[in-house]
């Protein structure tokens, strides 16, 4: 670290440089095995039981945008980062900070939408703390939600479970929400109608797989970095490499079109409601025909597998042949989206 | 509520308005009986066990002030929030909002300071989040810590189990932290030198008392809002009355002075290392004995009693045989003090 480096945006963006600080300044100070797994969810022991403890903070910029909004994302963020893990969401807390000066009708909207939101995932919300800050220190509103869910017995995922010819799956289209967002925060001059964030919770989904599929090794919601972040973990974490075909990885078009007029890359952009599965081979093309049968995994697809090759790297296959390298997301290309 | 009302600093002073907000604007959207409870930490089952979660938001400025930090704070205020209701804190998860800008050092010193505390304090920092926002979107640091601790079995706290008869106790003096936060952030021209905030674990502490005796009813750490907040809600949510000797509490010589001077009143000012304990008369002096043995407890002392007359008031009784009614904080002395 030099003396009088600064953070810049790109500290929170979900990428290289976030993992940087995590390992330099956060990993070593608190060493511990739960925290250095850096998973969605921390998986702890409480007397018998075995819990999923989670937290994120929201930042989101503007608090409402087509498809949801800061109050839904804060529920569903928290809520998936349990389910992943395997675990069954049971209670959430909530903490905002509020900029003075924001309309109460404004926090009014957030908190009903965080009512129903809670109602829709079966979580409830148990605990919370409000604190104000003067006009000028925040942004209208940030909310904190933590989250604890039971894990299931005889369930266990993790990344250490992959092998090589396990397979890939995404539970329907990448970077709705990181573009819903940025339609919603500048004038692109483009309709976009029909496009909204996909912000959702996959607590349902998930379990109605898992208690139907043996074979499912590791799951991750691709929020900040995307797709390719979660990707890139993968094949280091567990000393593998991935193979992704450009053509399996759903994207509706309106995202598709957005991002070649703005130089955006889609497996870099947040997902709010989407899953990336690893699975056994024998299971991979039944799990993703049942994701299919449900509304949320309406567009699931297989869309790679592991090898053993060339541990660390992931390659984009392009239907004609080509292919390219994918790394870590360096920058950031959308701050505050989440 | 004013359709066009604005969201004030008063409303997270802990006081009235705060109360308020929570009342109109989240307990009746989230209806359930263990938010209901408003206490310091939610009381939920997770398989066979009893736990306590509990989530706070920190936003003190500035991020030093003597005798602690906005690190020391977040870990400490979590397990106290665990620790009043009984439960011993296992698991914190810490998400970071970092202004666009922030020194990596201050960040550095933060952390080293939230590794410390949660040695002392014995809690292992197990999940945590990092957002990054704009410069001018957040003041330099804020912090959310979440907490998880088991309760103990056999052992029941809360505000329902004070009875006529029982007597108040404070583990300590009141108003450090809140003039020590204030002198780090004015220039007041006053020797403060050996002023400081009393942010501590109190975990130890009450684990040690709560062990040793039966008739502890109710505690409470006297924050936001201070320890004339926390009689104020004993005496509405119990339907009893507080009396409290104003010579018997105790206020160090510095605190008072400064109060004299700039027109607060210690009563209402924030404290981070002190649990107010409603106990059987039985055992009040004992227990206050068994508190002055140990280092956070030096200066603990019975200073009141409940009444079953005048069911919410609060009566501050002086020496020379005056009394006032002690009313919960109408607007908000200092604001950001945690």
Same mark, same amino acid.
């Given at each position: 670290?030099?003396?009088? =480096?600064?953070?810049?945006?790109?500290?929170?963006?979900?990428?290289?440089?976030? @993992?940087?600080?995590?390992?330099?300044?956060?990993?070593?100070?608190?060493?511990?095995?739960?925290?250095?797994?850096?998973?969605?969810?921390?998986?702890?022991?409480?007397?018998?039981?075995?819990?999923?403890?989670?937290?994120?903070?929201?930042?989101v910029?503007p608090l409402f945008f087509p498809g949801s909004d800061i109050g839904k994302l804060?529920?569903y963020?928290?809520?998936?980062?349990?389910?992943?893990?395997?675990?069954?969401?049971?209670?959430?807390?909530?903490?905002?900070?509020?900029?003075?000066?924001?309309? @109460?009708?404004?926090?009014?909207?957030?908190?009903?939408s965080?009512?129903d939101a809670?109602?829709?995932?079966?979580?409830?919300?148990?605990?919370?703390?409000?604190?104000?800050?003067?006009?000028?220190?925040?942004?209208?509103?940030?909310?904190?939600?933590?989250?604890?869910?039971?894990?299931?017995?005889?369930?266990?995922?993790?990344?250490?479970?992959?092998?090589?010819?396990?397979?890939?799956?995404?539970?329907g289209t990448?970077g709705d929400h990181a573009i819903a967002v940025l339609a919603a925060?500048?004038?692109? !001059?483009?309709?976009l109608s029909e496009l909204e964030s996909d912000c959702a919770?996959?607590?349902?989904?998930?379990?109605?797989?898992?208690?139907?599929?043996?074979?499912?090794?590791?799951? @991750?919601?691709?929020?900040? !970095?995307?797709?390719?972040?979660?990707?890139?973990?993968?094949?280091?974490?567990?000393?593998?490499?991935?193979?992704?075909?450009?053509?399996?990885?759903?994207?509706r078009?309106e995202v598709?079109?957005?991002?070649?007029?703005?130089?955006?890359?889609?497996?870099?952009?947040a997902n709010e409601g989407?899953?990336?599965?690893?699975?056994?081979?024998?299971?991979?093309?039944?799990?993703?025909?049942?994701? @299919?049968?449900?509304?949320l995994?309406?567009?699931?697809?297989?869309? !790679? =597998?592991?090898?053993?090759?060339?541990?660390?790297?992931?390659?984009?296959?392009?239907?004609?042949?080509?292919?390219?390298?994918?790394?870590?997301?360096? !920058?950031?290309?959308?701050?505050?989206?989440?």
């Amino acid at each position: 670290m030099n003396n009088d =480096e600064k953070i810049i945006l790109a500290h929170g963006s979900g990428g290289k440089l976030t @993992r940087d600080l995590i390992s330099a300044s956060l990993l070593k100070k608190f060493s511990n095995p739960v925290l250095a797994e850096l998973d969605d969810s921390a998986r702890v022991e409480v007397g018998s039981n075995r819990i999923c403890f989670t937290t994120d903070s929201y930042v989101v910029k503007p608090l409402f945008f087509p498809g949801s909004d800061i109050g839904k994302l804060a529920v569903y963020g928290t809520v998936n980062d349990l389910a992943v893990m395997g675990a069954d969401p049971l209670y959430i807390s909530c903490a905002l900070i509020i900029e003075e000066g924001l309309e @109460r009708s404004v926090l009014e909207r957030v908190v009903d939408s965080m009512a129903d939101a809670c109602q829709v995932a079966g979580v409830s919300l148990v605990t919370g703390d409000t604190k104000v800050v003067e006009s000028g220190s925040a942004d209208q509103l940030f909310i904190n939600t933590s989250g604890v869910g039971v894990l299931p017995e005889g369930k266990e995922f993790g990344i250490d479970k992959i092998t090589a010819g396990d397979r890939v799956i995404i539970s329907g289209t990448i970077g709705d929400h990181a573009i819903a967002v940025l339609a919603a925060r500048q004038d692109l !001059g483009l309709k976009l109608s029909e496009l909204e964030s996909d912000c959702a919770p996959l607590n349902r989904l998930i379990k109605t797989v898992i208690h139907r599929f043996d074979g499912i090794k590791f799951m @991750r919601d691709p929020t900040r !970095g995307g797709l390719a972040t979660v990707l890139c973990e993968i094949a280091e974490t567990a000393g593998v490499s991935v193979q992704v075909r450009d053509e399996m990885i759903p994207v509706r078009r309106e995202v598709s079109g957005i991002c070649e007029i703005l130089g955006f890359d889609p497996l870099y952009l947040a997902n709010e409601g989407k899953v990336v599965m690893v699975v056994d081979d024998a299971i991979a093309d039944e799990l993703c025909d049942a994701l @299919r049968e449900e509304d949320l995994g309406e567009d699931a697809a297989v869309i !790679g =597998e592991i090898s053993g090759e060339n541990p660390g790297e992931v390659v984009l296959r392009t239907a004609v042949g080509g292919s390219r390298l994918i790394t870590m997301l360096a !920058g950031d290309q959308l701050p505050r989206i989440c």
